[in-house]
């Protein structure tokens, strides 16, 4: 690490501790040349493959944007946005790969969206999904019914999403 005074290309570790959220490590380091003392931060890179094979740096900014437009409408606030975004992120930090698709970054999305808001979580399952036909969104919400009740949506009726109407109604 260069020294950001002088510019000696060595310094050496004074002090290191994780910071409050886990995700870096806060280092104070020294340069033996001038003395001077000043603090790095070092987090783990997450890169994420797109499908065209380019590979970018994970944007919870992104992730947190891509759900947005499934809420657009929908009572979610930004700060579940926010923590959304923070979930997805964890998920995937602790796969413990440093390198994903954005297969696997849809899928650490799916869950958490499911219980934040089923009709954002169907929305963003079109896309993901890729639902070319009323079937498709038929069978997504027949599996969303299938939850077992006391899991969130209560009683295996999924809210927002109107009850088949029969005959005998």
């Given at each position: 690490m260069h020294c950001p005074f002088c510019r000696h290309?060595?310094?050496?570790?004074?002090?290191?501790?994780?910071?409050?959220d886990g995700t870096s490590i806060r280092r104070r380091r020294q340069c033996p040349d001038c003395s001077r003392r000043f603090t790095t931060v070092e987090?783990?890179?997450l890169m994420v493959i797109k499908r065209s094979g380019v590979t970018e740096p994970f944007?919870?900014?992104?992730?947190?944007?891509?759900?947005?437009?499934a809420c657009q409408g929908r009572p979610?606030?930004?700060?579940?946005?926010?923590q959304l975004g923070q979930r997805v992120e964890e998920a995937l930090r602790a796969t413990?790969?440093?390198?994903l698709t954005t297969h696997d970054v849809g899928l650490a999305i799916l869950g958490p969206l499911q219980e934040l808001d089923l009709v954002a979580y169907l929305r963003f399952a079109s896309v993901y999904r890729a639902f070319d036909s009323p079937e498709d969104f038929e069978a997504a919400v027949a599996e969303l019914r299938k939850r077992p009740p006391g899991e969130k949506?209560?009683?295996?009726?999924?809210?927002?999403?109107?009850?088949?109407?029969?005959a005998a109604d």
């Amino acid at each position: 690490m260069h020294c950001p005074f002088c510019r000696h290309p060595d310094s050496r570790v004074v002090d290191s501790r994780t910071t409050d959220d886990g995700t870096s490590i806060r280092r104070r380091r020294q340069c033996p040349d001038c003395s001077r003392r000043f603090t790095t931060v070092e987090t783990a890179s997450l890169m994420v493959i797109k499908r065209s094979g380019v590979t970018e740096p994970f944007s919870r900014t992104k992730v947190i944007s891509g759900v947005r437009k499934a809420c657009q409408g929908r009572p979610v606030t930004e700060d579940a946005l926010a923590q959304l975004g923070q979930r997805v992120e964890e998920a995937l930090r602790a796969t413990g790969s440093a390198e994903l698709t954005t297969h696997d970054v849809g899928l650490a999305i799916l869950g958490p969206l499911q219980e934040l808001d089923l009709v954002a979580y169907l929305r963003f399952a079109s896309v993901y999904r890729a639902f070319d036909s009323p079937e498709d969104f038929e069978a997504a919400v027949a599996e969303l019914r299938k939850r077992p009740p006391g899991e969130k949506g209560g009683s295996g009726a999924t809210p927002g999403v109107p009850e088949p109407v029969t005959a005998a109604d």
